[in-house]
């Protein structure tokens, strides 16, 4: 099969090196074309434009950077050669984003699943990112294959609209767990009690999460380099699950002050580093207002 890939980020790049590792023939286009040379290395065709690479590919995958840049991509760049095809949606969004992609889509001949996944370059590299599916069961039994290959059995979770709340929901969970656990671990080492020591009570407790024991030794060295995630896409993701959470009438405000704290993260310079990075956002000497 051959297969088109427009986004060739981190996760996107990572999920091109996957499929061509299991003998998928891959057509990629990138914004910036040089961020596809890892994949045209590794045997991918590199196409000048998004329509040229969806017209050379049975099956299209997208991940780029947020909704806009998605609809204007597929919509306006590579609309005429999209009639046939089914696209799968990577990017985090939001789900009215995605729910207004599928019509238009629909309307031009294509067929849509937004397929969010848990995980990043290391999972997607090992093919079990956890893949979740919003969209009609026939299309995804038309993708069953490529989604295997990147995650095992994919998890149909409804209509569209549906896998990206859950991925939203899953985003929201990242930023809470880690913020909160950097402020625990500030305020134990501020009191003087051995990190160690605390860890092992956490570890045999319920409240432990292993993502706590992922982050730790960043946190520890403060060194947040080589990131799989970045702060800014955890920021981008948190005010989409608000907006979501909003728009069905839920109380937010105990994220509000999350999300404004991670807003702190830009003239910070934090953005493009690890998203547990908003350690350094919680200690002490870090609550001046961005500008004041």
Same mark, same amino acid.
Request: with cysteine; glycine share 8%; proline share 5%.
């Given at each position: 099969?051959? /297969?088109?890939?427009?986004? =060739?980020?981190?996760?996107? +790049?990572? /999920?091109?090196? $996957? ?14 074309? !040089?961020? +596809?040379?890892?994949? &045209? ?12 690479? &969806? ?12 909704? @806009? #840049?998605?609809? !204007? ?9 999209? @009639? ?8 985090? #969004? ?11 889509? %629909?309307?031009?001949?294509? *067929?849509?699943? !937004?397929?969010? &996944? ?9 093919? =079990? ?16 294959? &490529? ?6 059995? @994919? ?18 969970? /990242? ?25 092992? /009570? ?27 995630? @970045?702060?800014? *896409?955890? $920021?981008?993701?948190? %005010? ?28 910070a310079g934090l953005d493009a580093l690890d998203y547990s990075s908003l350690h350094r956002l919680t200690a002490t000497g870090s609550s001046q207002e961005p500008g004041s």
């Amino acid at each position: 099969m051959d /297969i088109s890939l427009l986004g =060739c980020g981190l996760l996107g +790049t990572a /999920i091109g090196e $996957r499929l061509l590792a299991r003998g998928y023939r891959l057509h990629v286009w990138n914004r910036r074309t !040089e961020r +596809t040379q890892t994949l &045209v290395a590794a045997g991918a065709q590199l196409a000048s434009s998004p329509a040229e690479a &969806v017209a050379a590919g049975d099956l299209v995958i997208t991940v780029l950077t947020n909704g @806009p #840049i998605t609809a !204007e991509v597929l919509l306006n760049q590579a609309g005429t050669a999209l @009639p046939g095809r089914l696209v799968l949606q990577v990017a985090t #969004i939001a789900p009215a984003e995605s729910r207004d992609l599928a019509i238009a889509l %629909q309307q031009r001949g294509a *067929h849509f699943l !937004e397929t969010p &996944v848990l995980g990043s370059r290391p999972e997607a590299l090992a093919g =079990c990112l956890q893949v979740m599916v919003g969209g009609e069961r026939a299309d995804l039994e038309r993708a069953q294959p &490529v989604l295997t290959a990147l995650g095992g059995e @994919p998890h149909h979770l409804g209509p569209v609209g549906s896998a990206l709340h859950t991925k939203l929901a899953l985003n929201q969970l /990242i930023a809470s767990l880690t913020h909160s656990f950097s402020l625990a671990l500030h305020v134990v080492q501020q009191a003087g009690v051995e990190v160690e020591a605390f860890m092992a /009570i956490l570890r045999d407790s319920a409240l432990y999460a292993p993502t706590f024991d992922k982050k730790l030794a960043k946190e520890l060295a403060d060194d947040y380099s080589n990131p799989n995630f @970045p702060t800014a *896409h955890l $920021r981008k993701d948190l %005010q989409l699950f608000v907006d979501a959470a909003a728009a069905l009438q839920l109380e937010t405000l105990g994220l509000e002050g999350l999300t404004k704290l991670l807003q702190r993260a830009t003239p910070a310079g934090l953005d493009a580093l690890d998203y547990s990075s908003l350690h350094r956002l919680t200690a002490t000497g870090s609550s001046q207002e961005p500008g004041s």
